[in-house]
Protein backbone atom coordinates (compact mmCIF):
# COMPACT_ATOMS: atom_id res chain seq x y z
CA UNK A 1 0.00 0.00 0.00
CA UNK A 2 1.34 3.22 -1.13
CA UNK A 3 1.65 5.84 1.90
CA UNK A 4 -1.11 8.55 1.88
CA UNK A 5 -0.20 12.06 1.04
CA UNK A 6 -0.48 14.87 3.31
CA UNK A 7 -3.11 17.35 1.20
CA UNK A 8 -3.60 20.99 2.36
CA UNK A 9 -7.20 22.45 2.01
CA UNK A 10 -6.38 24.42 -1.18
CA UNK A 11 -4.80 21.50 -2.77
CA UNK A 12 -7.91 19.45 -2.20
CA UNK A 13 -9.80 22.43 -3.72
CA UNK A 14 -8.33 21.75 -6.64
CA UNK A 15 -9.28 17.59 -6.74
CA UNK A 16 -12.76 19.15 -6.23
CA UNK A 17 -12.92 19.59 -2.82
CA UNK A 18 -12.43 16.23 -2.05
CA UNK A 19 -9.82 15.63 1.51
CA UNK A 20 -10.25 13.72 4.17
CA UNK A 21 -13.50 14.08 6.04
CA UNK A 22 -15.71 14.75 2.75
CA UNK A 23 -18.96 12.83 2.31
CA UNK A 24 -18.86 11.55 -0.96
CA UNK A 25 -21.84 9.67 -2.82
CA UNK A 26 -20.36 7.06 -5.63
CA UNK A 27 -20.91 7.50 -8.72
CA UNK A 28 -20.75 4.15 -11.02
CA UNK A 29 -19.58 0.49 -10.18
CA UNK A 30 -21.74 -1.71 -8.17
CA UNK A 31 -22.09 0.18 -5.21
CA UNK A 32 -23.42 3.25 -7.37
CA UNK A 33 -25.46 5.60 -5.44
CA UNK A 34 -23.85 4.42 -2.29
CA UNK A 35 -22.63 7.77 0.69
CA UNK A 36 -18.99 7.24 1.73
CA UNK A 37 -16.37 9.24 3.67
CA UNK A 38 -12.76 9.62 2.63
CA UNK A 39 -10.72 8.53 5.61
CA UNK A 40 -7.74 8.70 3.37
CA UNK A 41 -6.17 10.29 -0.05
CA UNK A 42 -4.22 8.61 -2.23
CA UNK A 43 -2.74 9.57 -5.50
CA UNK A 44 -5.51 8.72 -7.88
CA UNK A 45 -7.41 7.10 -5.25
CA UNK A 46 -9.42 7.61 -2.45
CA UNK A 47 -9.94 5.60 0.49
CA UNK A 48 -13.27 4.66 1.47
CA UNK A 49 -15.38 4.10 4.54
CA UNK A 50 -19.45 4.08 5.07
CA UNK A 51 -19.40 1.96 8.49
CA UNK A 52 -21.21 -0.64 6.93
CA UNK A 53 -19.92 -2.72 3.99
CA UNK A 54 -16.49 -0.55 4.50
CA UNK A 55 -15.22 -0.17 7.86
CA UNK A 56 -11.78 1.73 8.46
CA UNK A 57 -10.08 -1.33 8.54
CA UNK A 58 -11.01 -2.27 5.00
CA UNK A 59 -11.64 0.88 3.31
CA UNK A 60 -12.91 0.63 -0.47
CA UNK A 61 -10.79 2.07 -2.88
CA UNK A 62 -12.50 4.34 -5.42
CA UNK A 63 -11.16 6.95 -7.72
CA UNK A 64 -11.74 10.44 -7.57
CA UNK A 65 -13.20 11.04 -11.11
CA UNK A 66 -16.26 8.11 -9.33
CA UNK A 67 -17.32 9.85 -6.31
CA UNK A 68 -19.09 13.30 -6.15
CA UNK A 69 -18.99 15.21 -3.13
CA UNK A 70 -21.51 16.27 -0.73
CA UNK A 71 -19.90 18.19 1.25
CA UNK A 72 -17.66 18.17 4.84
CA UNK A 73 -17.81 16.57 8.32
CA UNK A 74 -17.63 19.34 10.27
CA UNK A 75 -14.39 19.80 11.97
CA UNK A 76 -13.43 16.19 10.35
CA UNK A 77 -9.93 16.24 11.32
CA UNK A 78 -10.41 16.52 14.90
CA UNK A 79 -13.32 13.87 14.26
CA UNK A 80 -11.15 11.50 12.52
CA UNK A 81 -8.11 11.47 15.04
CA UNK A 82 -10.73 10.61 17.58
CA UNK A 83 -12.25 8.11 15.69
CA UNK A 84 -9.24 5.97 15.39
CA UNK A 85 -8.80 6.00 19.44
CA UNK A 86 -12.58 4.44 19.88
CA UNK A 87 -12.14 0.78 19.85
CA UNK A 88 -12.38 -1.06 16.91
CA UNK A 89 -16.22 -2.27 16.96
CA UNK A 90 -17.35 1.59 18.45
CA UNK A 91 -15.46 3.12 15.22
CA UNK A 92 -18.09 1.59 12.76
CA UNK A 93 -20.62 2.37 15.20
CA UNK A 94 -19.73 6.26 15.21
CA UNK A 95 -18.70 6.96 11.53
CA UNK A 96 -22.36 5.40 10.71
CA UNK A 97 -23.83 7.71 13.19
CA UNK A 98 -21.84 10.64 11.89
CA UNK A 99 -23.25 10.13 8.13
CA UNK A 100 -26.78 9.71 9.14
CA UNK A 101 -26.20 12.96 10.87
CA UNK A 102 -24.94 14.90 7.98
CA UNK A 103 -27.56 13.60 5.85
CA UNK A 104 -30.42 14.74 8.17
CA UNK A 105 -28.96 17.82 8.54
CA UNK A 106 -28.70 18.34 4.55
CA UNK A 107 -31.99 17.27 3.97
CA UNK A 108 -33.13 19.64 6.79
CA UNK A 109 -32.12 22.09 4.86
CA UNK A 110 -33.13 21.24 1.83
CA UNK A 111 -36.31 21.34 3.01
CA UNK A 112 -36.42 24.74 4.32
CA UNK A 113 -34.71 25.85 1.01
CA UNK A 114 -38.08 24.53 -0.73
CA UNK A 115 -40.49 26.25 1.82
CA UNK A 116 -38.19 29.44 1.35
CA UNK A 117 -37.72 29.47 5.13
CA UNK A 118 -34.60 31.10 5.86
Not at 22 to 28: H, R
Amino acid sequence: MKPVTEHTFFDGMKDRGIIVGTVVLSKCGHDEGRIYVVVAEHESYLSLSDGDKRSLEEPKRKRRKHVRPLGQLPEAQAWMTSLMELPVPLQSSALRKEIRSFLESHRNISDKNERGDT
